[in-house]
């Protein structure tokens, strides 16, 4: 089944996202209970986010900067989590110009 932001995701999707998407992550960045979609394109200096809408549709795609510039991310570099104690989840890439780098909370 194809899909595309605006439809609900029920099984296997595909959907549309910017220039080389690698890793992905799914998290509640916005504290309200739904998973939203983080991705990092690699070659772009950038990641993206989808938040989730009460619907269960994924919203716009929003895009944030990164510190690096890598051309490519490994599937298994990109988390999400609170590590630096505010409460808030952060973004978290592993990658092979700046090692370890954090994105706080936005």
Known sequence: MAGR???????PTTIAAYHIP???????????GRRDVVVAHGG?????????????????????????????????ALSVGDVTGDGKPDVVLAEYIEG???VEQF
């Open 5 to 11: 932001p605006g439809r609900p995701i029920d099984g």
């Open 22 to 32: 690698e890793p992905l992550a799914l998290a509640d960045l916005g504290g309200d």
């Open 44 to 76: 772009w200096g950038t990641f993206s986010v989808m938040p989730q809408r009460p619907d269960g549709r994924l919203g716009a795609e929003r895009f944030f900067d990164l510190p690096s510039y890598a051309t490519h991310y490994d599937p298994r």
């Open 100 to 102: 370890l780098v954090v």
